[in-house]
């Protein structure tokens, strides 16, 4: 049995606690997802701060079960795009089903991604679908899928945090992507967040979100 630690926490006052959950719900219903990205440089720092967030996440095991691959290369987002396009053209042509387009229809999306070469940064969410021991044996992971998704969560939260945009793109399919990026046959791509500031004619869908009672209950 692994050795334990004390937990390092502060109670907080009633009124600071309601306060705190008050700024942050209204810091993330500002955030909005938009395609429009300005080519703005972004310090690497703070793309390395983002993914640090993200790998505070918890996750199966505590394996933590992700590779996050930032790429600012503009020949290589270009060749990311080329690759990308060339799969959601086939994408909206050949299997997209009718109801499929109809929901995708408020957004606005179609094959075309300039989001890909425009941001100065796209980073590329890795799930290891199964970890490597020291003598190449494959070490089975858990809940990798789950791990991937709350660490996604944490790197849009400190994306919005640091005052930047990003977009969750889910190229389909995404195999091209651990071939460009020359990752191990355990890591599977699993999320493209292109990062930085949106562009000063920036537009994002006219939408609303559920409401409380829509999305809880209590009981």
């Known amino acids: 049995m692994s050795a334990s630690i004390p937990l390092s926490h502060h109670r907080?006052?009633?009124?600071?606690?309601?306060?705190?959950?008050?700024?942050?719900?209204?810091?993330?219903?500002?955030?909005?997802?938009?395609?429009h990205?300005?080519?703005?440089?972004?310090?690497?720092?703070?793309?390395?701060?983002?993914?640090r967030a993200a790998g505070t996440a918890p996750s199966g095991a505590h394996q933590q079960p992700w590779t996050f691959v930032a790429v600012s290369d503009p020949e290589l987002k270009q060749r990311m795009r080329e690759a990308a396009e060339d799969e959601e053209r086939r994408?909206?042509?050949?299997?997209?089903?009718?109801?499929?387009?109809?929901?995708?229809?408020?957004?606005?999306?179609?094959?075309?991604?300039?989001?890909?070469?425009?941001?100065?940064?796209?980073?590329?969410?890795f799930r290891q679908s199964y970890g490597l021991n020291a003598d190449g044996s494959r070490q089975t992971f858990y809940y990798t899928q789950?791990?991937?998704?709350?660490?996604?969560?944490?790197?849009?939260?400190?994306?919005?945090?640091?005052?930047?945009?990003?977009?969750?793109?889910?190229?389909?399919?995404?195999?091209?992507?651990?071939?460009?990026?020359?990752?191990?046959a355990n890591e599977k791509a699993f999320l493209v967040m292109p990062v930085g500031y949106p562009a000063a004619n920036a537009k994002v869908p006219a939408l609303t979100r559920k409401s409380l009672a829509d999305i809880a209950v209590f009981r």
């Not at 907080?12 to 395609?35: C, G, N, Q, V, Y």
């Not at 789950?146 to 399919?173: D, K, N, Q, R």
């Open 12 to 35: 907080l006052s009633p009124a600071e606690s309601a306060k705190r959950a008050a700024e942050f719900t209204a810091h993330l219903d500002a955030r909005r997802t938009t395609r």
């Open 37 to 51: 990205f300005a080519t703005d440089a972004v310090p690497r720092e703070w793309i390395e701060l983002a993914i």
């Open 91 to 125: 994408f909206y042509a050949e299997r997209i089903t009718p109801e499929w387009r109809a929901a995708l229809e408020p957004l606005g999306t179609d094959a075309v991604k300039t989001h890909l070469t425009d941001a100065p940064w796209v980073v590329v969410l």
């Open 146 to 184: 789950e791990s991937c998704g709350i660490a996604a969560g944490f790197f849009i939260a400190a994306v919005h945090t640091m005052g930047l945009v990003t977009l969750t793109h889910t190229p389909s399919p995404m195999g091209f992507l651990g071939e460009l990026l020359e990752r191990p």
